[in-house]
């Protein structure tokens, strides 16, 4: 008989225990998603000043000595340099340049100022210098100002509230817009000119006189057209107004008379209108004389 084959007892495998999960390590707090106002590629100098909600787009440059208040929006490639305070809810806008040396060969690197005002909107390509030793050392921008696209606002300037400077507005050295005033697309202004309330200049004006309030004024050089009556409605002059302001334009710059005759004649017969009392000293302190 053959040999019974003796079989060999199998050996067991051995169980594989599944690897016990590590205990898990608390995981580190997320970081915000809310997206930075600051755009990564932007260049904030230090010692800038920003208030914690302003809004700097991407390769725009903030110098060391700018101040920047509440809600304001700096667009992409904005510029703004030197000893630049900006106010509250401005919109500067895409390659606007602000605060950069004055173009006065009498500037001597002193410590001048640009100081812009609350809730301003500084289009494409407009220029904003700060003042000189020959101007008081300031050039201010005021409240709710429309400066559209390449306008320039040279050295010592000062601009009210509420106006517009229309594309490619130039306004020189020194020069004074009140409040409310529209300066036409391509109008130049020369330096020192004073530019009263409400008025109007039409677009490719030259400007080389201080234009009266309220008053329209075109040309090259410019001159009056009558008054800026569109304007005086949309600030919601009375009649009684608007009628005693053309009789004063009337007979200040239609009579006749010689100035001090036609402001003594409006002085008496239109007492008591406040806008008439403006219109006639604005005049009477003239330092370049005004356009007619």
Known sequence: MPKSIRQRPRKQSAR????????????????????SRIHPTAIIAPGAELAADVTVGAYAVVGPRV????????????????????????HIFQFAAIGAIPQDLKYRGEDSELIIGDHNMIREFTTLHPGTTGGGMITRIGHHNLLMAYTHVAHDCHLGDHNILANGAQLGGHVTVQDYAVVGALVGVLQFAKIGESVILGAGSMVSQDVAPFCNATGDRAVLHGLNTLGLQRRGFSE?????????????FRSGLKLAAAVAQVRAEL?????????????????RGVCR
């Open 67 to 90: 101040r920047i208040g509440a809600g304001t929006w700096i667009g992409p490639h904005a510029v703004i340099d030197g000893h630049t305070t900006i106010g509250a809810g401005n």
């Open 16 to 35: 594989r225990v599944p690897p016990q999960p590590k205990p898990r390590r608390a995981a580190p707090p997320r970081a915000s998603t809310a997206p």
């Open 271 to 287: 007492p008591g209108f406040t806008e008439v009392d403006r219109f006639i000293n604005f005049i009477e302190t003239s330092e």
């Open 240 to 252: 009684d107004i608007v009628r005693a302001l053309k009789q004063a334009y009337r007979l200040v």
